[in-house]
């Protein structure tokens, strides 16, 4: 991510803004490159799957963009905190889905310590237009 | 044909080795390139005193637990909250991904486990991650 981009500070984030949405293909080589990392062998993400024409993808493919979805225009200032999150997963994903996901602004507010609170709501969905993943983040900004 | 848990069962461990290497692929696949855990210089010269972990790569392994024992309920229907980070997760860490089956809830012909899970470090008393899953297994998949 370049620096050059400027950050993401606590006014850009009225409640109610909605993020560009982020497209991409979940691939085989996406899937395995994950599995990969993560050192995840489930043979439900097995390549055998993917011979009958509906290979498995893990479903937290569906969420690994979720940060990266509002901050494809910016940089995260340092010293936020992330003081909640919750994932809930709709349908499972496989490969080939194109996923679309787009963050919303649900909250945005002082709380009575004067901290800067934003309340994040992700959602990914399918080419059918089906929720796959939906993502609540709660963060605590820092400026 | 997975296991049919019941309430206080045991998930069963996955044990998993973090270096800087594994980090870097997360890096490259999510596309979170933030100094902290990428590059060990600046890293060093902050108050974690080297890089760590992406939040994001624990809950990969939390959903790898639950995939293992519950398959396609939890893409279907799987909630994970509540998600504490207390503790960094660093390169040269063992850590242990485990969890507890705390309530069992019967809703028409399906089944609502409720678990506690957590990331674990040997060398560490608390857990460096925490958190609470819910999948609901229908009769006709259990």
């Known amino acids: 991510m370049s620096d050059s981009k400027p950050e993401l500070v606590f006014a850009d984030l009225p409640q109610g803004r909605q993020f560009t949405p982020l497209r991409y293909e979940v691939t085989p080589t996406m899937v395995d490159e994950y599995l990969r990392v993560v050192g995840d062998h489930n043979p439900l993400y097995g390549d055998q799957a993917q011979k009958s024409g509906n290979r498995l993808a893990p479903p937290g493919l569906a969420a690994i963009y979720a940060r990266l979805s509002y901050l494809q225009d910016n940089i995260m200032p340092s010293g936020g905190v992330l003081a909640g999150q919750e994932f809930s997963f709709r349908k499972p994903v496989s490969v080939g889905d194109v996923l679309t996901v787009r963050a919303e602004v649900m909250e945005s507010y002082l709380d009575d310590k004067e901290r800067k609170r934003v309340n994040f709501l992700i959602t990914a969905r399918d080419s059918k237009g089906d929720e796959v993943c939906l993502v609540r983040l709660y963060a605590i900004w820092p400026k | ?142």
């Open chain 2, 1 to 142: 044909m997975l296991k049919d848990y019941a309430s206080g069962e045991r998930l069963p461990e996955i044990k998993k080795d973090i270096d800087q290497k594994r980090i870097d692929g997360w890096a490259a696949l999510s596309g979170d390139f933030n100094r902290l855990h990428v590059d060990p210089v600046y890293a060093g010269k902050t108050h974690f005193k080297g890089t760590i972990a992406h939040g994001p790569m624990s809950l990969a392994f939390l959903n790898e637990l639950m995939m293992t024992c519950f398959g396609r309920a939890w893409a279907r229907g799987g909630l994970l909250r509540e998600v504490r980070f207390l503790a960094p997760i660093r390169p040269g860490d063992s850590i242990r991904i485990g969890g507890v089956v705390e309530q069992v809830t019967e809703q028409g012909s399906g089944r609502t486990l409720h678990c506690r899970l957590e990331i674990s470090k040997p060398n560490l008393e608390k857990s460096a991650v925490t958190g609470l899953a819910e999948v609901t297994i229908d009769g006709a998949q259990a």
